[in-house]
């Protein structure tokens, strides 16, 4: 019984998300080389923000606590530009859409939940596997 309630515990913290702010690499392509590389990591250089001290977009209306980063490609004429943020979500607005103010075409945009996780494009398919696998395993071990 007691290893069944522990399995449980321990699936529902897996699938539980932070309503608190998150820390997001943030950076754009223009001004560092290293943004538009497909992974970042800690020898990148790339900064690090707490996206609760980063200030919001006064050009955006009813914006959510900011709980997920972002990696957004824009282009136009001039090229591509590959920029690293936090998230700013308005209500009611669909997973995977970003808002640019300026006038560049959205190529593609990736929003992530977790610390640092817009470091690539693939950091929510590795956490959802990770905690999936996690949770068998916790279910194994409960039978």
Do not use: W
Request: proline share 1%; with cysteine; charged share 20%.
């Amino acid at each position: 019984m007691l290893k069944q309630m522990f399995a449980c515990l321990l699936i529902a913290m897996c699938l539980m998300h932070s309503a608190t702010a998150i820390k997001c690499y943030q950076c754009k392509s223009l001004t560092d080389v290293n943004c538009s590389k497909d992974k970042v990591d800690e020898t990148s250089n790339i900064r690090q923000v707490d996206c609760d001290t980063v200030a919001k977009p006064n050009t955006m209306e009813q914006l959510q606590p900011v709980t997920r980063c972002n990696k957004v490609v824009t282009s136009d004429r001039a090229g591509v530009i590959v920029s690293r943020d936090c998230h700013f979500e308005v209500v009611g607005q669909k997973e995977n859409v970003c808002t640019v103010t300026h006038s560049r075409q959205v190529e593609s945009c990736y929003t992530c939940k977790g610390d640092l996780c817009n470091a690539s494009s693939a950091g929510r398919f590795v956490a959802m596997t990770s905690a999936a696998l996690l949770a068998l395993f916790a279910l194994q071990m409960a039978l």
